[in-house]
Nanobody, 122 residues
Framework: VLLQAFGGGLVQAGGSLRLSCAASGRIFSTYGMGWFRQAPGKEREFVGTITWSGGRLYYADPVKGRFTISRDNAKNTVYLQMNSLKAEDTAVYYC????????????????WGQGTLVTVSS
């Protein structure tokens, strides 16, 4: 499975941005998908995850109520809608695929995209 994340950019605090992650491979629809981020000088951290069907979603506390993950299995794409962005959301965002389902742990993910930079100006 090859993943490509895109949609990052510069946005003002309070604004919105939607990231997309396009996957190759016909088995995408059977994988759990996750979003992670890495801020400058910090370790990569969990943002959210979605099951293969989209029926269950889990989010990290800092983004709950502001970020929404969705997926379109027909398009082999998963999305991260980010609203009410804050300066502390500035990071490189990564999508990842887990053959065994949704997970908060990056160790469970076998495939990773290259990352897309989100910069939130205050």
């Amino acid at each position: 499975v090859l993943l490509q994340a895109f949609g990052g950019g510069l946005v003002q605090a309070g604004g919105s941005l939607r990231l997309s992650c396009a996957a190759s491979g016909r088995i995408f629809s059977t994988y759990g998908m996750g979003w992670f981020r890495q801020a400058p000088g910090k370790e990569r951290e969990f943002v959210g995850t979605i099951t293969w069907s989209g029926g269950r979603l889990y989010y990290a506390d800092p983004v709950k109520g502001r970020f929404t993950i969705s997926r379109d299995n027909a398009k082999n794409t998963v999305y991260l809608q980010m609203n009410s962005l804050k300066a502390e959301d500035t990071a490189v965002y990564y999508c990842a695929a887990n053959p065994y389902g949704a997970s908060w742990s990056e160790r469970d993910y076998a495939y990773w995209g290259q990352g897309t930079l989100v910069t939130v100006s205050s």
